[in-house]
């Protein structure tokens, strides 16, 4: 309870005109004061009163899967795909949780994704890799081996016509969704990218047989949490 000065109280059947009095000159006399600490608040005395102002720089808003950095190095904020954290792999082979925590719940450092290019593609994106694994079709597993962020080159041919067509690898069915795309010119050299994801995201593998060109029909489907 505030410290109301005595003469600021009354009881029932009191005249008030003298603690509402006291009550005005007590508001006249309130003062406004910021630390040092208080760098974007300005606090101006008027005759007519005090006008305190506040200024805060603008801060990009922390999406799922919010891709910062440049070639050098871009780390990938925390997202979920069906409810898992996927993984980053770092130099020494270790992956770690793009949550930053590890299984025991610490604060860990979360590796950032280095774009190595093998070809001379114009276009690459840092993008979630998803492997069901073969004979183990029970959907996202939040592991390492299965989910994962990671830079690549490639993109089906088919990615556009919806759903993300299956890659096999030794049985697995794998699959890649852009969370962002890296530009590059004609030598190699990186020019900017573009967030694609500002979403968490669900998925779900389709299984199939082959359509009217004796393709794959598998797909995996991706869309907004």
């Given at each position: 309870m505030p410290n109301i000065p005595r003469e600021l109280r009354v009881r029932k059947g009191d005249d008030i005109s003298k603690a509402l009095r006291a009550l005005v000159r007590y508001a006249e006399s309130?003062?406004?004061?910021?630390?040092?600490?208080?760098?974007?608040?300005?606090?101006?005395?008027?005759?007519?009163?005090?006008?305190v102002s506040a200024r805060?720089?603008?801060?990009?808003?922390?999406?799922?899967?919010?891709?910062?950095?440049?070639?050098n190095g871009f780390s990938v904020s925390e997202g979920m795909v069906n409810g898992a954290t996927p993984?980053?792999?770092?130099?020494?082979?270790?992956?770690?949780?793009?949550?930053?925590?590890d299984d025991d719940g610490k604060l860990v450092q979360v590796p950032k994704i280095i774009p190595q290019k093998e070809s001379d593609a114009t276009k690459t994106y840092i993008a979630l890799k998803i492997t069901m694994v073969a004979g183990?079709?029970?959907?996202?597993?939040?592991?390492?081996?299965?989910?994962?962020?990671?830079?690549?080159?490639?993109?089906?041919?088919?990615?556009?016509?919806?759903?993300?067509?299956?890659?096999?690898?030794?049985?697995d069915r794998i699959a890649y969704y852009p969370l962002a795309k890296l530009y590059w010119n004609n030598k190699g050299d990186f020019l900017r990218?573009?967030?694609?994801?500002?979403?968490?995201?669900?998925?779900?593998?389709?299984?199939?047989?082959?359509?009217?060109?004796?393709?794959?029909?598998?797909?995996h489907y991706f869309w907004a949490a």
């Open positions: 309130a003062e406004v004061y910021t630390s040092s600490n208080d760098k974007d608040l300005k606090v101006t005395r008027k005759s007519q009163g005090t006008l805060f720089e603008k801060s990009a808003f922390l999406h799922p899967f919010k891709v910062r950095g440049d070639v993984f980053i792999k770092g130099k020494d082979g270790k992956s770690v949780s793009i949550s930053g925590y183990e079709e029970a959907g996202i597993v939040e592991s390492p081996d299965t989910l994962s962020v990671v830079h690549t080159e490639y993109l089906s041919p088919r990615f556009a016509q919806g759903g993300s067509p299956v890659q096999d690898s030794g049985g990218f573009r967030q694609i994801v500002h979403h968490n995201l669900n998925h779900r593998f389709v299984a199939g047989g082959t359509n009217a060109e004796g393709e794959a029909a598998e797909r």
